[in-house]
């Protein structure tokens, strides 16, 4: 049978990957392009306006801290979409779930419920 490395906290794991899911995957477009906006377009803008020499210390301060922060949350919420798809295999693999939810944004809970009573 194949071996599948786990978290060793996967409630931890799957809270944080639905509390991320929210600003990472958000399902309105006006949040979607406003993460774009501050991921892309605004380090962009504040380069190029640190070349004409008409960026401030606070513009580029401010802008680097957010893009810096949205950038971090964004990579941690891609590994952990990874760690739940494993579980959600290891659920598989163990023949469960053995809970269910009524709610779809939950089901992290149900494959890291799966993971706790199987290892």
């Not at 504040?46 to 801290?65: E, G, P, Q, R, W």
Request: hydrophobic content about 45%; charged content about 20%; aromatic content about 14%.
């Amino acid at each position: 049978m194949p071996s599948i490395i786990l978290s060793k906290n996967p409630f931890r794991d799957a809270e944080r990957y639905i509390q991320l899911k929210k600003t990472c995957a958000p399902e309105s477009w006006a949040d979607s392009i406003n993460r774009m906006n501050d991921m892309i377009l605004m380090p962009i803008i504040v380069i190029f306006l640190f070349i004409l020499k008409k960026a401030d210390v606070f513009l580029i301060a401010s802008t680097v801290a957010r893009t810096y922060q949205v950038w971090k949350d964004f990579v941690e919420y891609t590994h952990l979409r990874f760690e739940v798809q494993k579980m959600l295999f290891h659920t598989k693999l163990v023949g469960g779930p053995f809970i269910t939810t009524n709610d779809p944004r939950y089901l992290p809970y149900v494959f890291a419920d799966a993971v706790v009573r199987t290892t």
